[in-house]
C-alpha cells in the first residue's frame, strides 16, 4: 500500500491535476491518501474498489475518496483507449474555513469529509461539459506553483470546482441512482469482511479459508480474479493504511501502532512503512 504523497499537503494543501493523460504512468496497486481525492474519468474504462464495495469506471464517472480510505483502481488501457482523467487533492481541514461564508458548499464539505454513508460516485450525463468546464481550468496561464499568487488561484479555482460537483452530486441525489454499481461474488465480500475483522492478528489463510468454506488455494484464486491483488499485498496495504491514520490521529507511540495493527517486530513494521511510504513512522508523523 502507498500513502501517496505525490500531493505534498504539508506544503500545498490544495491541489489540482486536470485532464491528464495516464496511461504510461497508472499503476493499479491499493493505496489512500491523506487529504479528500476527488476524481473524475474523461476517457478510459475501468473498475475502482473502494473499501469493500466495487464500481464500473467509465467516461463520465465522478467519485471521491475521504482521507486515509482505502482504494484501488484497474483501468483497461490500450492505444485506442487511454486513460484520462482529472483530479482535486485537498486538505478538507484546511479548504474547510474558505467554505464557511457559503453554508451549502460548507455542509456538502463535511458531508464528504465526515459522513460515513452516501454514495460516493455520481455517472455524468453532460460528459461535454464537463470537459469543457476542465479544460477551461486547465488551459488558465499558471504561475510558479510556488507563489502566494498561484497558490491563491489554485485555492480558488478548487473551491469554484467543488461547487460545480456538489451542484452534480445533489442533482444525482435527488432523481436517484443508476447503476454502475458491481457486486463482488459472496465468497470473496465474506473474505473480505473477515480481513476487516481480523487485519490485526496474526494470518492464518487456513483460518480464513475455514471460515468461508473454501480451500486455501481457491480463497487466493478468487481474491485474485476479482481483485487484481493478493491476499498478502491487501492485508499489508489494510494493515498499513491503519497505521497511517493512527500516526496522524493518535498520540500513540510508533511501536504500539504496530502491535495494534499486527506486527510483532517492530524493526520489520518500520522498514515496511518506509518501504511503502518513502518515510519512517516517526518522520510521516511529523509530515
Request: proline share 5%; hydrophobic share 40%.
Amino acid at each position: 500500500m502507498r500513502l501517496d504523497n505525490y500531493a505534498d499537503l504539508g506544503r500545498h494543501p490544495v491541489q489540482l491535476s486536470l485532464y491528464l493523460n495516464r496511461s504510461e504512468s497508472f499503476r493499479d496497486i491499493f493505496h489512500a491518501h491523506q487529504g479528500i481525492e476527488i476524481l473524475y474519468v474523461h476517457r478510459g474504462n475501468g473498475r475502482v474498489m473502494i473499501g469493500q464495495e466495487l464500481f464500473e469506471m467509465k467516461p463520465g464517472t465522478l467519485l471521491y475518496f475521504k482521507p486515509f480510505q482505502l482504494h484501488t483502481i484497474r483501468m483497461t488501457i490500450t492505444e485506442q483507449q487511454p486513460y484520462i482523467r482529472s483530479m482535486l487533492l485537498f486538505d478538507p481541514a484546511v479548504l474547510l474555513r474558505y467554505t464557511e461564508p457559503y453554508p451549502s458548499l460548507n455542509s456538502f464539505l463535511l458531508h464528504i469529509w465526515k459522513h460515513p454513508f452516501g454514495d460516493q460516485w455520481v455517472d455524468v450525463t453532460d460528459t461535454d461539459a464537463m470537459d469543457k468546464l476542465f479544460h477551461f481550468y486547465k488551459g488558465e496561464p499558471q504561475a510558479n506553483r510556488n507563489t502566494p499568487a498561484q497558490s491563491e488561484k489554485v485555492l480558488l479555482d478548487t473551491l469554484s470546482l467543488l461547487h460545480r460537483i456538489q451542484a452534480i452530486f445533489d442533482k444525482q441525489s435527488a432523481v436517484g441512482r443508476a447503476g454502475s454499481a458491481l457486486r463482488f461474488s459472496p465468497s470473496v465480500v465474506a473474505i473480505l469482511a473477515w480481513i476487516e475483522a481480523n487485519y490485526a492478528s496474526e494470518f492464518r489463510l487456513t483460518d480464513l479459508a475455514r471460515h468461508v468454506h473454501l480451500t486455501p488455494n481457491h480463497v487466493s484464486y478468487l481474491f485474485h480474479r476479482e481483485t487484481g491483488s493478493t491476499l498478502t499485498n491487501y492485508l499489508t496495504a489494510k494493515r498499513l493504511q491503519q497505521a497511517s491514520f493512527l500516526l496522524k490521529t493518535t498520540n500513540l507511540s510508533v511501536r504500539e501502532i504496530g502491535h495494534r495493527i499486527g506486527f510483532s517486530n517492530f524493526s520489520y513494521f518500520c522498514q515496511l512503512f518506509k518501504k511503502h511510504n518513502g518515510l519512517t513512522p516517526a518522520k510521516y508523523r511529523m509530515s
